[in-house]
């Protein structure tokens, strides 16, 4: 079992960053491929970023690239979401994943834990 838990929303005015975070516990963090995605009402939900479990590969979604930036820090069990020059299309509950195949993270949005989620709001 991994436990998931995102921290660092909230609401911000466009143009405005944040920077999410996502403590992992349990098993091995640094064994699991890493992503975040994110859903709005009515909508399923949407890839957003993913990272290698060494960090030394990453993936956006073309609506975050140049804008987001996905990192991880395997010896504090911890992954981040930098988010820069936010829209408010942008708005959605935030949630973090850990897979073992970063392939399927990315092609499938699957994830084997997932976080609760937070909320970010971004403002026009």
């Known amino acids: 079992q991994v436990q998931l838990v995102e921290s660092g929303g909230g609401s911000v005015q466009a143009g405005g960053s944040l920077r999410l975070s996502c403590a992992a516990s349990g098993r091995t963090f640094s064994n699991y491929a890493m992503g975040w995605f994110r859903q709005t009402p009515g909508k399923e939900r949407e890839f957003v970023a993913a990272?290698?479990?060494?960090?030394?590969?990453?993936y956006y979604a073309d609506s975050v690239k140049g804008r987001f930036t996905i990192s991880r820090d395997n010896a504090k069990n911890t992954l981040y979401l930098q988010m820069n020059s936010l829209k408010p299309e942008d708005t959605a509950v935030y949630f973090c994943?850990?897979?073992?195949?970063?392939?399927?993270?990315?092609?499938?949005?699957?994830?084997?834990?997932w976080g609760q989620g937070i909320q970010v709001t971004v403002s026009s």
């Open positions: 990272i290698s479990w060494t960090g030394a590969r990453t």
């Open positions: 994943a850990a897979d073992h195949s970063i392939t399927a993270v990315v092609t499938q949005g699957r994830g084997d834990y």
